[in-house]
């Protein structure tokens, strides 16, 4: 029995496509990253167990994220006198999977 010969075609151009993909996903990242940060921030805002105001005030963006005052760390988590109240968390986890959405779609050259 002779050996048998698979030949695949194509193999350069599958590579360039997806070189291509990753340099369009790489580009639109920082925006994404910024568009999901302010996603984030805003949800947080809405979020927020509102007494005085000051926790949601200091909801912002930044280069990083999404800051918020000292304050926010009790009402994220919690104290061993006041239940947890999240409003950081719940925010981010709506918002990622609409970040990781439009990166595949600028990616994928949908945008």
């Known amino acids: 029995m002779g050996a048998v ?22 580009a639109a990242a920082p925006k994404a990253s910024e568009a999901i940060a302010e996603e984030v921030a805003t949800s947080a805002r809405d979020r927020v167990p509102v007494l005085t105001g000051e926790t949601q005030a200091s909801i912002e963006t930044t280069p990083e994220g999404v800051q918020a005052g000292a304050a ?3 009402l994220e988590f919690g104290t061993s006198r006041m239940a947890a ?4 968390r719940p925010a981010a986890d ?6 990781a959405a439009a ?7 949908v945008l």
Not at 85 to 88: A, N, R, Y
């Open 72 to 74: 926010a760390i009790y």
């Open 5 to 26: 010969v698979i030949r695949v075609y194509g193999v350069p151009q599958t590579v360039a496509r997806l070189a291509a993909v990753a340099a369009r996903a790489t």
């Open 85 to 88: 109240q999240p409003f950081l």
């Open 94 to 99: 709506e918002a990622t999977g609409a970040g």
């Open 103 to 109: 990166i595949f779609r600028a990616a994928v050259g």
